[in-house]
């Protein structure tokens, strides 16, 4: 573990296909547990992050404990558990991922740190303009795991709809991690997305899906 979580090789493709794409400053904000002896992957999760965020000046690291957090913090960020990173660029809503972004969870995130550095999305213009126009608090969970093919590109339309609208908090739950989370979910495949606690399906969708089933969760009679 001296070496480090990320090879050589990992940092040099990081640097060139990711970190120097780099617009704006963002800040990772790592809630770690102090209490690791159930936490089997905190430790691990802050290395990455502090590997991560040590290769770039316009990344910077900052860590709480969840025993520790004030009612602010919590209320602010909207924490459920830990361990849990925030990511702060551009994005006008909430960007969280609950576990580590292991597997092929890892080259999404990494892309959600640039796409958050830049306030930029690959939306379709007319899903902005609706994503946009949302007025009610919208929570999205997507479940997955560290081998799931389909669980990245779901997790990334999630946040790209939090990068356009701050009323939107958009979550990642490594459901592996979280057992008890997930159980209550009632997981059973992933990816599985949950709005609002009200409407949930297990599967990729395509974004005007995602918005589609958003208005419903909210109660908003879709326009077309």
Not at 142 to 170: G, Q, R
Not at 171 to 197: C, L, M, Q, T
């Amino acid at each position: 573990m001296s070496n480090g979580l990320l090879s050589e090789e990992d940092k040099k493709i990081i640097m060139s296909d990711y970190w120097s794409r780099l617009e704006d400053n963002v800040k990772l904000i790592y809630i770690n547990k102090k209490d690791t002896s159930n936490c089997q992957y905190c430790d691990i999760i802050k290395q990455l992050y502090t590997e991560l965020t040590g290769m770039s000046e316009k990344l910077s690291l900052e860590e709480y404990f969840y025993e520790e957090l004030d009612n602010e913090l919590i209320d602010r960020f909207k924490i459920k558990s830990a361990p849990v990173v925030i990511i702060q660029g551009k994005n006008k809503g909430l960007i969280k991922f609950y576990g580590i972004p292991s597997g092929m969870e890892f080259p999404s995130f990494i892309e959600t740190i640039v796409k958050a550095s830049k306030g930029e999305t690959d939306l379709p213009e007319e899903i902005i303009n609706e994503v946009t126009n949302i007025e009610k608090d919208v929570n999205i969970k997507v479940f997955v795991t560290p081998t799931c093919p389909y669980c990245p590109k779901m997790v990334s339309t999630s946040y790209m709809f939090a990068m356009l609208n701050e009323k939107i908090d958009a979550e990642a739950w490594e459901s592996i991690e979280f057992p008890d989370i997930a159980r209550d979910y009632g997981v059973h495949a992933v990816p599985k997305v949950v709005i609002n606690d009200e409407v949930s399906w297990e599967g990729m969708v395509p974004p005007d899906y995602l918005l589609h089933n958003i208005y419903h969760a909210i109660g908003h009679e879709h326009e077309h």
